[in-house]
């Protein structure tokens, strides 16, 4: 008979260990709890693990810091349920290329921070940013942001800002300038959690599923305001207001405009954008582009058109379609090279430049000055929006502040005047203190005003001493376009050359295979300012 009083055997390398840790891994990966689970799935959610996966190529997501929670020990010390940190986060792989993902889940205290360990919520910040690759934030809750409960939880109350209370908030900022950020709202989203969204290169919201704002309906009924969440905070109204550049239609569509987006970009600043495999020929000449913009100054034009025939074939991505409408702004290739795109829309204002335009134009140049990006601007604009509606936006300062983006620019530049170019805006078509490639359609005019309204105002005497006004105003008209043609600026060298609309992609292709190498700031000093 075996000896009862003998000792146990000691195990035989660390089995018990290998144990522990598996068993704490089953528990956190139960999240919330089945219950908890169960919600999520049922209002159409995946849970944090599912979105990374996706998100990430397939099998390639590792995640970083499991086990960290709140443990629960009986009276011998033995653990008995270890209840999961509310955030998930790890190393993985987009595009065959590495990235960093962090995700909030929602099943644990709504993603606030008393469920929130702060080392693990800087944790991905520091380790993009330092590893100089991209970061991907899906974004649910709270998104680690303080609650009414933090102060029994803490025991006091959390001065916000400062030297080590913060929950990552500067980390935000700092990685803003120096790797690619991408913010994916995937439920509703509110306080840090939509500083998290807002603070990225590129956010998307899954429509009807998603909302954001500062503080939910449930505060800001306190003000008198009674609406829902998507009301205060949907994907309609944050698109419009430029809180958000992008809607879904579902998760999975937001993980495939992530992806798209960060194949335009580099790793980090340190590097230069990738260029993909062409398959389009550079040569490729559209014959809808000569007649597509109309004789009738009067009729519009579809220029999204006009980028799909000048751009590699399906290579435009846009961003911010529903804010600053009258600019068109996103990203594109040239011969696989990638490139910022802006583009007036005659459409919206006649592509004049409102308050919301030139925040637009505004962030979408310094995405390509932070990410050594050309810039390629289709013009059509006739000036800035005017009338009590502009002044009491402050449009002319705003506009000021585009032009400074423009001006204060580094990288190659190439714009291509459509039709209009009218006025301070019209001017700002273009880098005016350094080198810039500059070509003009032969539908484009320009000038400090259009000619017109401004004829009656300018030439009144001489209509009002007329026997016939109509006849007189349509003689001074005549008179005046033919000093206007594009043609008698062209014989100055002010426009450096019209061309056929239909040799666009040949020459902007030409642009991008030139620009490649010098897009760096200080790869190429014929860009730079002297």
């Known amino acids: 008979m075996p000896d009862s009083n003998k000792p146990e055997a000691p195990a035989k390398g660390w089995q018990p260990e290998l144990d522990e840790l598996n068993l704490r891994k089953q528990m956190t990966g139960t999240m919330g709890g089945a219950d908890k689970v169960a919600r999520q799935h049922a209002g159409g959610r995946l849970t944090v693990r599912e979105r990374a996966d996706r998100m990430a190529d397939p099998g390639s997501f590792r995640e970083i810091g499991r086990l960290v929670g709140k443990g629960q020990y009986d009276e011998h010390g033995q653990l008995i349920h270890l209840m999961p940190n509310n955030s998930v986060m790890g190393r993985a792989m987009v595009n065959g290329r590495p990235v960093v993902i962090s995700g909030d889940d929602f099943t644990v205290r709504g993603g606030s921070a008393d469920a929130t360990n702060k080392g693990k919520a800087l944790y991905p910040e520091q380790l993009a ?34 030297q080590g209370q913060s929950f990552g908030s500067e980390q935000l900022m700092i990685n803003m300038g120096e790797i690619p950020t991408v913010g994916l709202g995937l439920g509703s989203v509110a306080g840090l959690g ?223 005047i459509i039709r209009n170019a009218f006025g301070v805006a019209g001017g700002a078509h273009a880098p005016s203190g350094r080198f810039y490639y500059r070509y003009a359609w032969l539908s484009a005019r320009w000038g400090s005003l259009p000619l017109e309204g401004g004829i009656e105002a300018a030439y009144r005497a001489d209509l009002d001493a007329a026997d016939d006004e109509a006849a007189e105003l349509a003689t001074i008209t005549d008179r005046l376009n033919k000093l206007r043609s594009p043609f008698r600026t062209a014989e100055t060298f002010a426009i450096e050359d019209m061309i056929d609309p239909r040799t666009t992609r040949p020459l902007l292709c030409d642009f991008a295979n030139l620009a490649a190498p010098l897009r760096k700031s200080g790869k190429g000093r014929m860009w730079m300012r002297p």
């Open 129 to 162: 940013r330092d590893m100089r690759v991209p970061i991907i934030r899906m974004i649910e809750g709270s998104g680690g942001g303080g609650s009414v409960k933090t102060i029994e939880t803490t025991g006091h109350a959390n001065l916000p800002g400062g």
């Open 194 to 416: 939509a500083a998290r969204l807002a603070a990225t290169h590129f956010s998307v919201m899954v429509k009807e599923q998603a909302a954001m704002f500062v503080a939910g309906p449930p505060v800001v009924k306190g003000i008198g305001q009674d609406l829902t969440k998507q009301e205060l905070g949907g994907w309609q109204i944050q698109l419009a207001a430029g809180g958000v550049d992008n809607a879904a239609d579902s998760e999975e569509d937001a993980f495939e405009q992530a992806r798209r987006f960060l194949s335009y970009m580099p790793q980090s600043v340190d590097e230069l954008p990738p260029r993909a495999e062409p398959k389009d020929p550079v040569d490729r000449q559209e014959e809808k582009l000569f007649t597509i913009v109309p004789r009738d100054i009067r009729k519009v034009y579809k220029m999204r058109k006009i980028i799909e025939m000048v751009a590699d074939e399906d290579s435009f991505f846009e961003m911010a379609p529903l804010f600053g409408r009258s600019v068109i702004g996103g990203l594109a290739r040239f011969d696989g090279w990638p490139v910022v795109l802006l583009a007036s829309d005659p459409f919206h204002y006649g592509g004049v430049w409102t308050a919301e335009a030139c925040e637009k134009v505004i962030r979408m140049v310094d995405l390509a000055e932070t990410f050594h990006l050309p810039v390629i601007y289709l013009c059509d604009c006739p000036g800035f929006q005017v009338g009590l509606e502009a002044e009491k936006k402050g449009t002319i300062r705003l506009g000021v502040r585009a032009m400074a983006a423009i001006e204060q620019s580094t990288v190659p530049w190439c714009s291509i």
